[in-house]
């Protein structure tokens, strides 16, 4: 089985920065793009970023310039880089890979709180 564990969520001020992990574990074959979603009160899931295995990232409008998305193949893990918080960026996020186990599957984390005050 895969599990994906974000951290790094909390409280912040507008302005501030905020780095969230999420590394995966479990019988892992090859991990191919992984992404971090976001959720915001009464609002759809929607796409944040998202970097392919060979680092070729790519971001929602709201979010470019702002935020950094990385990954360290060796470790499993995908960061995403916050900075110049706003308000409406409070959201749980979560993280997303594309994990090949004995065949290609989805899998999600857990979500980690993301609040930004004005």
């Known amino acids: 089985q895969v599990q994906l564990v974000e951290s790094g969520g909390g409280l912040v001020q507008a302005g501030e920065s905020l780095t969230l992990s999420c590394t995966a574990s479990?019988?892992?074959?090859?991990?191919?793009?992984m992404a971090w979603y976001r959720q915001g009160p009464g609002k759809q899931r929607e796409l944040v970023a998202s970097?392919?295995?060979?680092?070729?990232?790519n971001y929602a409008d709201s979010v470019k310039g702002r935020f950094t998305i990385s990954r360290d193949n060796a470790r499993n893990t995908v960061y995403l880089q916050m900075n110049s918080l706003k308000p409406e960026d409070t959201a749980v996020y979560y993280c997303?890979?594309?994990?090949?186990?004995?065949?290609?599957?989805?899998?999600w984390g857990q979500g980690t709180q993301v609040t930004v005050s004005s």
């Open positions: 479990g019988s892992i074959f090859n991990i191919a793009s």
């Open positions: 970097i392919t295995r060979g680092c070729t990232a």
């Open positions: 997303n890979a594309g994990v090949l186990v004995t065949l290609w599957g989805d899998y």
